[in-house]
């Protein structure tokens, strides 16, 4: 099996609002070849959801990809992931609120370092947003996976209202923007 963070595989663990949303996107996403919802950023081991909807452990609800860089660029995953949340908008996506749903990017590795914050900056000098970016790039510290029912919630859930306005129009954004790299 390859090591994790080889040339064939790298993982990125990216917090923008309610983990649904990113997994329903991103679990599609040709190149990608896991999508984990979990638990990021926080001060408590072993959180679980109503500790982190708490706001009580310091959390962020991410998601962690594991993908094929041949297929799949961190650049390209960046551009989704800029596509589909609010990166203006400190602890809240809509009307989710609180730190849990603040926008994150936990990198691996230096050279993500050095993508991300390339990235960013040619997102601030194009003037892509009209308000500042208040993503949080951090290291990534532990990975709590989030629990089984949260795994693959729009799939399993798609007639649920959130699932339906919220999820389904982020899934929609996507692939109206990035129509060749869903599957």
């Not at 400190?90 to 590795?109: C, E, K, M, P």
């Not at 003037?127 to 629990?147: H, K, L, Y």
């Amino acid at each position: 099996m390859p090591h994790l963070n080889s040339p064939s595989h790298d993982v990125i663990t990216l917090g923008g609002g309610c983990f649904w949303c990113l997994e329903a996107v991103f679990s599609h996403l040709r190149g990608v070849e896991s999508c984990v919802s979990g638990y990021m950023g926080g001060t408590v081991d072993g959180p679980d959801y109503e500790a982190v909807c708490a706001g009580t452990t310091g959390h962020a609800e991410v998601v962690q990809l594991k993908f094929n860089p041949t297929l799949v660029d961190l650049r390209t995953l960046l551009d989704i992931f800029f596509t589909i949340h609010d990166p203006t908008t400190l602890n809240r996506q809509g009307n989710d609120v609180g730190t849990q749903y603040r926008s994150a990017i936990f990198w691996h590795h230096d050279a993500q370092h050095n993508i991300i914050q390339h990235y960013l900056s040619e997102l601030i000098e194009r003037r892509d947003f009209a308000d500042p970016i208040v993503t949080e790039i951090t290291p990534a510290v532990t990975f709590w996976p989030a629990e089984r029912y949260h795994q693959h919630y729009f799939a399993q859930h798609p007639e649920q209202p959130y699932c339906q306005y919220v999820v389904a129009s982020k899934v929609r954004k996507a692939v109206q923007h990035f129509p060749d790299l869903f599957s």
